[in-house]
Every structure is written in structure tokens, then in C-alpha cells.
């Protein structure tokens, strides 16, 4: 695994720049890197819920993924790439429950921090949103 990194380092390190589009994991190692920032703004919206009437699951649908999820109040999610950059440019809150063993999690909730609210959601409190 380590010679992998190794080649990986050195091919980054060989381009003039290297872009780094936001979200992404920090690279310190990588000294040719620009971040690009693209900010869509900080979200004001709060939420609290007491009941489970605002869940629904969408199945059949002609929407696109973009669409629903713009579509909706808040995110239940586990960190991802793709749904935290919906997030972000929709400025939809999210509930979040962690992924320990998932190396970039904490560089994507540091990033989403500055664009919407978010809640850490035990596993748990996750079921019973079910």
C-alpha cells in the first residue's frame, strides 16, 4: 500500500498545479496545490422536528437526484462527496451519522461546517428517524 501512496505522491508532485477543487482532503505533502473555492454561502436556516410527519421516501420518481434532494428540508445521511456538496449548494441542513473507519470524513465535515447547519445522529437516533 505504501509504494502505492509513493507513486501517488510523486505523480501529483510532478504536475505544475494541482487543483483541488473543495470539498477534499487537506494533502499537506503536496506543495504544487491551489484550492479552488467555490463558495455558495452559509445557510441560516434551524431546524427541530417533534414529529415524524415531514418523512417521506421517494421511489418512483421523474425527477432527477439533483431535484429531489433540492426538493427537500433537511438531509439524513452518512459524509459523503456527493450528497455534501448537494448540501452545500442547495444550503439544505443535514443529519449526519459518522463513519469512524472513513479516512476523509473529517476534512468533508469541517468543509460542509461552513455552508449549512449539521447534527451528528447516533446510529440510533438514525432508526428511529426510519
Known amino acids: 500500500m505504501e509504494e502505492y501512496m509513493e507513486l501517488i505522491r510523486r505523480a ?17 505533502w503536496l506543495s504544487n496545490s491551489k484550492i479552488i473555492q467555490d463558495r455558495p454561502g452559509a445557510s441560516d436556516v434551524s431546524f427541530t422536528f417533534s414529529e415524524k410527519k415531514w418523512l417521506h421516501s421517494i421511489q418512483d420518481t421523474s425527477l432527477s437526484f439533483t431535484d429531489i434532494v433540492q426538493s427537500v428540508e433537511v438531509l439524513i445521511t452518512k459524509p459523503g462527496y456527493g450528497l455534501f456538496a448537494e448540501a452545500a449548494f442547495g444550503r439544505k441542513p443535514v443529519f449526519y451519522v459518522v ?22 445522529i447516533s446510529k440510533n437516533e438514525s432508526t428511529v428517524l426510519k
Open 12 to 28: 501529483y508532485s510532478q504536475a505544475d498545479v494541482f487543483l483541488k477543487p473543495q470539498p477534499s482532503m487537506s494533502m499537506s
Open 99 to 120: 463513519r469512524p473507519d472513513w479516512l476523509e470524513e473529517p476534512y468533508l465535515l469541517q468543509w460542509l461546517k461552513d455552508y449549512v447547519n449539521m447534527i451528528e
